[in-house]
């Protein structure tokens, strides 16, 4: 373990967002990582309601320097959801004035949601490498439910955004899914993880975290036979 490693996993509607009306139902999952000694760190999935998010890093004492996204959805990076303006990048940048960070494959879906422009955006690839202080944090391309979806290796740990939940997978039937490219995922780019690796889901769907050794014998998504019959 990595003791200068800061990590917080919060909750929408119970750690952020307690006065929205839709935040709750969500179930999203927002990550703090970064630094305990240089008390710097970088949000991964910043939405719903960034001043409470920021608030809590600050209390604290960290410093936020960055925010990653997994994918482009509105309620992981901010945008329109429902009938309902969902606070994201957009806001962080006005709160912090930090660097935002995506997959270069959801740039431009990015764009569309939040308003931002490209040159708002730093764009990453699968293998790149961000520091934090010490902590280093790996990008890991999963494709599937957005051309762009990203993991984050961390100290043991996948922050998986919805690429891989406790229960299913995310979907790959809205714009830019692609269901064989997910399957490539789950049986192919995730056969490189070893089965200690703890995944810290991006919604709050069959629990909080689970190694993912336990997630290869119950998660049906791990089910050749499932795959073939969801995925194509």
């Given at each position: 373990m990595n003791e200068r490693l800061?990590?917080?996993?919060?909750?929408?509607?119970?750690?952020?967002?307690?006065?929205?009306?839709?935040?709750?139902?969500?179930a999203n999952f927002v990550y703090l990582v970064g630094d305990k000694v240089t008390r710097e760190c970088v949000i991964i999935d910043p939405a719903w309601a960034v001043d409470d998010i920021v608030d809590v890093a600050e209390a604290d004492?960290?410093?936020?320097?960055?925010?990653?996204?997994?994918?482009?959805?509105?309620?992981?990076?901010?945008?329109?959801?429902?009938?309902?303006?969902?606070?994201?990048f957009t806001r962080l940048l006005e709160r912090c004035s930090c660097p935002l960070h995506v997959h270069r494959a959801d740039a431009e879906f990015v764009q569309k949601v939040t308003g931002l422009a490209q040159s708002e955006l730093t764009l990453r690839d699968g293998g790149?490498?961000?520091?934090?202080?010490?902590?280093?944090?790996?990008?890991?391309?999963?494709?599937?439910?957005?051309?762009?979806?990203?993991?984050?290796?961390?100290?043991?740990?996948?922050?998986?955004?919805?690429?891989?939940?406790?229960?299913?997978?995310?979907?790959?039937?809205?714009?830019?899914?692609?269901?064989?490219?997910?399957?490539?995922?789950?049986?192919?780019r995730f056969s490189t993880l070893p089965d200690d690796t703890v995944i810290y889901p991006g919604h709050n769907y069959g629990g909080p975290k689970a190694p993912l050794s336990a997630l290869r014998k119950t998660n049906p998504v791990f089910d050749p036979r499932w795959a073939a019959q969801m995925l194509g």
């Open positions: 800061y990590f917080r996993q919060l909750l929408a509607g119970r750690d952020f967002g307690r006065n929205h009306p839709v935040c709750g139902q969500m004492q960290m410093k936020v320097v960055g925010a990653f996204g997994t994918h482009y959805h509105p309620d992981h990076v901010g945008g329109s959801m429902m009938g309902f303006h969902v606070e994201g790149d490498k961000v520091a934090t202080g010490s902590v280093e944090i790996e990008w890991m391309h999963t494709p599937g439910h957005t051309p762009g979806s990203c993991c984050f290796r961390v100290n043991g740990a996948l922050v998986a955004g919805d690429t891989l939940f406790l229960q299913g997978c995310g979907r790959t039937d809205l714009p830019g899914g692609d269901p064989a490219e997910m399957r490539r995922t789950l049986s192919q």
